[in-house]
Structure formats: C-alpha cells, structure tokens
C-alpha cells in the first residue's frame, strides 16, 4: 500500500502569456488512495490532473505515473490505461450507453460483443439498470450520465481514475448518491483515484488525503482531511476550509460516551401511546405512573424512535398532536459530531442512540457528550506537548 | 402531353444524363469540402482563405466557366467533363462553408473527453466528429445538391447534353410541352434527391432524436421499472426524456425547390 502511483517533481505550468498554473509542484500520491485537488478556480487543480494523462504537457519538471515518465509514454497509450471522468460526462452523443461504455476496450481492440457484454455488467456496479444499454446519453438524466461516465471510465480496468469535477453538474441530493456509491466502489475496487473539486465538503468526505491549490497554482497544503480540519497550514487554507472547522472536525472523533437506559417509552399502538420501560409488553401509561422528566421518548412498535412527547403538568404524555419529530438521531459508536448533532437537535437535550437495526439504544445527555469533547481535546493536547 | 408519349425514351435519357451531373459534382465535391474544412477548423488562419475563396468561386458566372474550363483542362469544349469539373467547383462553393460550420458545431467537450478517452486524430475524425457533424453537412449538402441539379441545365446551352436540351430544344422549336416536361422532371429529381438526403441524415442522427424514435422502449422500461418497483428515476433508467428534436432538416422540401428556382435565375 506504500507504492507510490503518482509523483509530481518539481512540476510548472506557465503558459506563453505569463500565467503560471501550476507552479512547482512536488507531491506523492500513493497507491490505492484517493486523492482529491480542491481550491478555487484558476489555482491549476484541473491542470495538475491533466498533465497525468498528457492533456496538458507541464513546462517543467516531471509527472511519473507507476515510476515511468509521463513524457515517454505514448499520449494515447497513456490515456487509455487510465480512466477518465468529467464535467458534463463528456459521453459521446451519437453512441448507444453500452457503446459509450466500451470506447476504450474498443479503442483496444476487443471485440465489440465482448466489450458490450462486459459494458452491461458493469451498469449494475454503477447503480443502473440493465435498460438503459441502448439509449442515447440525450434519454438519461444528468445523474445517469454520470453514472455511465464512471462506468465508462471502469470499463478497461485501469488501475488509476481520474475524475474532474465529475459531480458538480448533478444535483445536491443525486450527488450525495454518488458520493457515497464512489466511496462504496472504491471499497471494492482500490483504485488510486485523483478526483478534483472546488467543493471542500466533498473533498472531506471522499478524500483519503486532500492537496490544497491556492491561487497561482501553489500547492497550499497536502495532507488528510482530519489534518487538515485540526491544523491548516496557513491563513488561505484556513480560510477555505471555512466556518465550523472546530465542529466539522469533531467528524473524526469517535464518541465514547455511556448510554443511559431510557426508562420510560411511549409506545405508539396505532391508537394511543402506551407506556413500556423497554419491555415487550407495553402497559396503559397510567400504570407506569407519572414521569418525573418533562419529555419522554416515543417509538414505534419495533422500538424506532418517533420522536419526544412533552409530558403534562398533570404528569402525562401529551396527545399525538404534540410529537415533535425531526431531531437527529446517533448510530451507537458513531462520531462525536452526530452524537452532538443529535442533542443539539433534540428538544429534551438528549441525543437518541440507534441500534444498526435503528431502535432505541440508548439516550446521551447533551452535558456528556460535552464532556466527551473535552476530554478528547484536553488528551489530544497533553499527547502533543509529551511528543 | 402528346409529345412525351411519343419522345419519353430521349426524356429518359436525357434524365438518366442530368442525373449523373448531378450527383457526381456533389459527391466528389464533398469529398473535397471535408478534409478542407477541417483544416480550416484546426488551423485558424486557414478559415478565412477557404471560406472566402471558396464564396468567390461561386460568382464566377457558370456559362463562363463552361467556356474557359476546356482551356485550362484541355479537354474538347463540348465534353461533359467540363461541365462536372464546373459543378464540383460550385458545390465546393457551398459545402466548404456548411462543413466548416459542421465542425465548429461540435461540442468541445465531447471532442476533449475523445481525445482523454485516447482517441487518436485520424480515429477521431471518424468516429466522432464526422457523425456528429452530420445534421449540419446534411444541411448543406441538401442546398448544395438541389442547387446542383438547376444548374446541370446550363450545360445544354454549350450542347452538353442533360434535362436542359429540354429547354433549348423546345425554345427554339416552340415547343411548350418540351418545356414543360423538362421542367417538371428537373423538379422531380431535386425533390426525390433531396428527400432522400433528408432520409439519409435521419438514418444518421438516430441519436438525435431520442425524444420520439423510442418512445416504445421508454414505455417498455417504465413497464419495467412499475414491476420490479424498484427506486428511484435516476437509478433504474425512467430519465427524463429531453424531447429534442432534430436541427437536421433546415431546408425543407419547399426551400429546395425554391432553391432550383434561385440557381435557374443565373442561368
């Protein structure tokens, strides 16, 4: 897992008229890792991705790829060995899907029904279904175009993708998609993948190791995305990584926080709330006796929280129409951060923990999960001043 | 209509004539206009000298052309080779610009993500950009073509021997049904060309029209999507159906015979 795939050595980019894209970049990219160049537009990230399959040649210095200079490799050799994502999908209008699919193993040689084949398997590992084959990418949506361009971009099994921006024409919701199907693909298939953006959310969450472009091509910061949250290099990083910084980095905290036992549920039975401290059979609230908590905590049958119930003055839940619903909820072992969310977003201050199966484990009072924080800090703090 | 009936077999030939000067003029005029117009797009200080020169061409008057192309060619004056070699000229005229703006119609994008995907130029040039270029070329070729067919008549005048002997025979007989009959079969061979170029590009732009070449299939999915149940549009195919129509068909069946009436005028 140490092989490096990717070195950059002393790499410029300066074009006739003055302006330097990319201004000596050294950087090491190591296999089986993904990458993501994020920074603002024109600080030569799309560039610097470029130069990898000779779509840009740099000015000066080197760009190996699996220890061979970039430069010595024929351009169309070289790019067929790497697969390529883009923008606006770049899929070829006047070819079918499956045809989109198979350009490069075409370019190669196999033969069309081979590649074809191979091309409709590869729509299911993308999310999609077996019908789409013989549309024109004009039927699909912006979503699925996308999804053939990565399917595309699979298709000859190159061990390194190249993705620019290939996700920032699609929608917020269908971009949490895809997101999330990439880091699930490259779970499966470790690729060493360079994936530009301008979105530094998206390069947090995707990024094994992040590199930082500022402005004039310099390569700002180069490092993993806890790292860069907890320490930016400088003032520009800092600056783009932007607000809740302290926050967002709490992402990268487990939480060790004591669950407290919730001891009084209302269990909705379709026609009112029953009271079960856990049990399986739930009993008429008056039997439990009044609650001595102002909220008390609603689930369903299957013990999946609903939401909080004020309780009354007279010590009772109130009626169905008072449920407030909506507050976030905290997988058990999740980060610090959803654990936080979770009570912040919760009207009685206590943050819901979920079991996998998503039922009730267990309630964290908003103090707790505070005092976690602290205590990660404060160890955080005393292990760097020992080291 | 007395006189066709008792002169169709010399109407046949002289169809059979003008057929042939119509079609060979555009097809190596084409095949001419291509590689010069991508020159043209990939060399940017090339555009305006074929543009340009070729616009020039076309305001040479053609019956000058007919009369000066046999000293240049050495060729007999009353060779039909003139008259090809005039009408090439002419069809350059018009095709190096539609296909100059055939290529520039492409869509940069597509054109790099070919290039990324590790397309060579000469593969590219075929495989891409050539049908993508199609609805434009149609276009052009479609004008060219029905242009073509007007002026193959001229010919007659320096006794090449085509539909326009129709003309110059039955002006100088007085015979009206001649005329007649040589102009209702030119018009026949520009409308039956020029469909069929349309349905040519049509053939050639299936992707095009995606809107409504396969709404079968899309019924077909949703049929298919209704029973598995299955998620969501953006996974299982549904899409949204962009009703694009083609931008193929610019000059209509109407605009090209209006377009023999034009080119006849300069006879």
């Known amino acids: ?387 | 209509m007395n006189w066709l009936s008792n002169n169709w077999s010399t109407v046949l030939d002289l169809a059979g004539a003008h057929l042939i000067q119509s079609i060979v003029p555009v097809v190596v005029g084409l095949l001419i206009s291509v590689p010069l117009a991508r020159l043209a797009t990939s060399r940017r200080w090339l555009r305006p000298v074929f543009v340009t020169g070729s616009s020039l061409l076309y305001t040479i008057p053609s019956l000058t052309l007919f009369v000066v192309l046999p000293l240049i060619l050495g060729t007999g004056i009353t060779s039909v080779v003139n008259v090809i070699v005039a009408l090439t000229l002419y069809v350059i005229a018009i095709l190096v610009r539609s296909c100059v703006d055939a290529f520039e119609s492409l869509d940069r994008d597509v054109l790099q993500a070919a290039t990324a995907l590790g397309y060579k130029p000469v593969r590219r040039l075929f495989g891409v950009e050539l049908p993508l270029a199609v609805p434009v070329m149609i276009a052009g070729l479609r004008v060219a073509t029905v242009s073509n067919i007007s002026m193959v008549s001229v010919g007659a005048v320096i006794g090449i021997q085509s539909l326009g002997t129709l003309f110059t025979d039955g002006l100088r007989r007085s015979i009206v049904s001649e005329i007649v009959v040589g102009i209702v079969a030119t018009v026949l061979i520009a409308i039956v060309l020029d469909q069929l170029l349309r349905l040519l590009g049509h053939v050639l732009t299936r992707w095009q029209r995606t809107g409504t070449t396969t709404a079968r299939e899309r019924r077909r999915a949703g049929a298919a999507r209704h029973a598995s149940a299955s998620g969501r549009d953006d996974r299982t195919g549904g899409g949204d159906p962009e009703g694009r129509d083609s931008v193929a068909g610019a000059p209509g069946g109407a605009g090209a015979v209006a377009a023999v009436e034009a080119r006849g005028d300069r006879a």
């Open chain 1, 1 to 387: 897992m140490t092989d490096l795939a990717i070195r950059y050595r002393g790499v410029s980019k300066v074009y006739p008229d003055g302006t330097a894209a990319v201004d000596n970049l050294d950087l090491d990219v190591p296999a089986g890792s993904l990458t993501v160049f994020v920074g603002p537009s024109g600080c030569g990230k799309t560039t610097s991705l470029r130069m990898l399959n000779r779509m840009v040649e740099p000015s000066s210095g080197t760009v190996e790829v699996n220890g061979q200079d970039v430069a010595s490799i024929p351009a169309a050799k070289l790019r067929r060995s790497m697969g390529y994502v883009m923008q606006q999908s770049g899929l070829l209008p006047h070819k079918t899907v499956e045809d989109n699919i198979a350009t490069v193993p075409r370019l190669n040689g196999v033969s069309k029904r081979e590649s074809r084949a191979n091309a409709r398997q590869l729509l299911g590992s993308v999310g999609l279904d077996e019908s789409v084959a013989t549309r024109y990418p004009a039927q699909l949506s912006g979503g699925q175009q996308q999804r053939v361009g990565v399917a595309r971009a699979l298709a000859s099994d190159p061990p390194i993708l190249l993705m620019d921006e290939p996700f920032s024409a699609v929608d917020p919701v269908v971009r949490q998609d895809l997101q999330s199907e990439l880091l699930d693909l490259q779970k499966r298939l470790h690729r060493t993948i360079i994936f530009v953006t301008h979105d530094i959310d998206e390069a947090i969450l995707l990024g094994n190791r992040v590199a930082v472009f500022a402005r004039g091509g310099r390569l700002a910061q180069y490092a993993t995305p806890e790292e860069l949250l907890r320490a930016p290099a400088d003032d520009f990083v800092a600056d783009f990584i932007g607000r809740d910084r302290g926050f967002r980095s709490l992402s990268f905290d487990n939480a060790s926080v004591a669950l407290q036992p919730v001891t009084v549920l209302a269990v909705d039975t379709g026609e009112r709330f029953l009271v079960g401290p856990g049990s399986e059979d739930p009993a008429p609230w008056q039997a439990a006796g009044a609650s001595s908590s102002d909220w008390v905590l609603a689930v369903d049958e299957r013990r999946h929280p609903l939401g909080w119930l004020p309780v009354t003055a007279s010590g009772e839940p109130a009626a169905r129409e008072e449920l407030r619903v909506g507050g976030t909820l905290w997988h058990d072992g999740g980060s610090l951060r959803t654990a936080l969310d979770a009570a912040l977003s919760s009207p009685s201050g206590q943050a819901v923990a979920v079991h996998r199966d998503g039922s009730v484990a267990g309630v964290v009072p908003g103090e707790d999960v505070m005092r976690a924080i602290e205590e990660q800090r404060s160890a955080r703090y005393d292990r760097s001043e020992r080291s």
